[in-house]
């Protein structure tokens, strides 16, 4: 069997070669700053995978079932905008890939002439995804591309010109970015779209800030483990000597920028040293490494980040308790 993918550029195959090398260099980099931070691109490995799928199953945290519910009622609604054409669904940060296949059923259902294209700069996640869409969906066409998403985009609007590209960018992933990060990402998208295709987009929307305060910081403290993972991967991977005891997690609302941040916070003076990096780093009591930001939107600023980066809103699509939306985008180029 073909493996559904492929590698685009010898640059993916690089920085998968030396995976360890970049977490090394940027945990230098991260923890040299002031204040400290460290990447949560670095939350997925095995053990934060794991936890992170408990996260979703667990009653304070709402985004995955507030999505999962709008892809399950308005599957029809949404995959409408292409109007029964030959269409790439392009899938840009996949994950485990469960709320994409509840499109996927829909659209296999319908019989509709669909090639799923997942894009993920890490051939082994690429692997783990084909695999499980090919076991669910054995009739659909899955063509992965790894590569960087904007490079993946392009690369589909030239080799295959005759069909319309609808990119999935789902969950909260856009709240990873600050607004003008996110402004720069979408137009970098645009300029990788052609005119006529679209965008589907999760928002996390702005809400009582209990409820966004108790789904950072569950009861179970799984969301606290997950958090301490990122110091624990440095132990295993880079051989650092982070007592976790000495840590805790913190998740807050911050009203003026509206995102949730997450902290992890000294307890205590220490040295930590990173054998990989022959380097110790000095942490004073109650000193911040900040590991996450999500941000929250009003409607009003959906529409302002459409119109700012050359799309159009087509429709939007809200869960019952109208936590989440879904928004279709189609991309205008008519004004340059």
Known sequence: MKPGYRVLDAASASELHDAQGDFALDVLMSLSEQPKRLSSMYFYDDRGSELFRQITELEEYYPTNCESEILERYAAEIVGCVHGAS?????????????????????????????????DISEGAMVGLVD??????????????????????????????????????????????????????????????????????????????????????????????????????????????????KWRHFGTYDVFTGAMMSYLVSLSSQRVEVAALSLSFEFDAWEPILTEYSYKYLRSDIEHLAADTGFVIEASYSDSRDYFVDSVWRVDKSAG
């Open 87 to 119: 269409f790439n669904l392009v899938d840009l940060g996949a994950g485990d890939g469960k709320k994409t296949l509840l499109l996927l059923q829909h659209l296999a259902e319908l019989k509709a002439d669909v090639r799923y294209v997942p894009i």
């Open 132 to 245: 499980m869409v090919r076991a669910e969906i054995p009739e659909m066409e899955v063509a992965g591309l790894v590569t960087e998403y904007a490079n993946g985009v392009r690369w589909l609007g030239v080799e295959h010109a005759d069909r319309v590209n609808l990119v999935l960018f789902l969950g909260s992933n856009i709240g990873n970015f600050d607004r003008a990060h996110a402004r720069a990402f979408l137009r970098r998208l645009w300029n990788a779209l052609r005119p006529g295709d679209y965008a589907l987009i999760g928002f996390d929307l702005k809400k009582d800030i209990e409820i966004l305060l108790h789904a950072y910081n569950d009861s179970q403290g799984v969301t606290a483990e997950f958090n301490l993972n990122l110091l624990a991967r440095i132990n295993r991977e880079l051989g650092g000597n982070f007592d976790l005891s």
